[in-house]
């Protein structure tokens, strides 16, 4: 059954303080990061790919800030969500969104995998013709 709409609400209300909690830890930590590349230290790929992250996230909080400050526009929220998936910082994100985005990756790249056999082995086929 559906959950009522004062459990909806409270839900909603600690997913987004979690979201922001989540990228406030982010924006420390990758400080930290600029701080070290500033002083000469040299950043392992990890890292580098998490300070990235850490910067587009903050990129995409600005449109994300316009829907929570102008009254009732959050209302829209969903609506743009659809239009637009990867409006949201990464730390907003729900594991069922995350996972829809895996399995969705993961059926790209075996279609790709089906569409590179085919093609080995039809030039396969070519080159015994041609041979033979």
């Given at each position: 059954?559906?959950?009522?709409?004062?459990?909806?609400?409270?839900?909603?209300?600690?997913?987004?303080?979690?979201?922001?909690?989540?990228?406030?830890?982010?924006?420390?930590?990758?400080?930290?990061?600029?701080?070290?590349?500033?002083?000469?230290?040299?950043?392992?790929?990890?890292?580098?790919r998490r300070?990235?992250?850490?910067?587009?996230?903050?990129?995409?909080?600005?449109?994300?800030?316009?829907?929570?400050?102008?009254?009732?526009?959050?209302?829209?929220?969903?609506?743009?969500?659809?239009?637009?998936?990867?409006?949201?910082?990464?730390?907003?994100?729900?594991?069922?969104?995350?996972?829809?985005?895996?399995?969705?990756?993961?059926?790209?790249?075996?279609?790709?995998?089906?569409?590179?056999r085919e093609?080995?082995?039809?030039?396969?086929?070519?080159?015994?013709?041609?041979?033979?």
């Open positions: 059954g559906k959950k009522p709409l004062r459990q909806r609400v409270v839900d909603e209300l600690k997913h987004y303080y979690n979201g922001f909690h989540l990228l406030w830890i982010d924006t420390k930590v990758a400080a930290r990061m600029v701080w070290r590349l500033l002083h000469g230290q040299v950043l392992t790929r990890r890292e580098r300070l990235l992250r850490t910067c587009a996230d903050l990129f995409r909080l600005v449109p994300f800030l316009v829907f929570v400050i102008v009254p009732f526009m959050e209302f829209l929220l969903p609506m743009f969500l659809k239009l637009f998936p990867d409006m949201l910082p990464s730390t907003f994100e729900t594991e069922s969104k995350k996972e829809e985005k895996l399995k969705k990756k993961l059926n790209a790249r075996l279609e790709l995998a089906k569409f590179l093609t080995i082995t039809e030039m396969a086929k070519r080159n015994k013709a041609d041979t033979g």
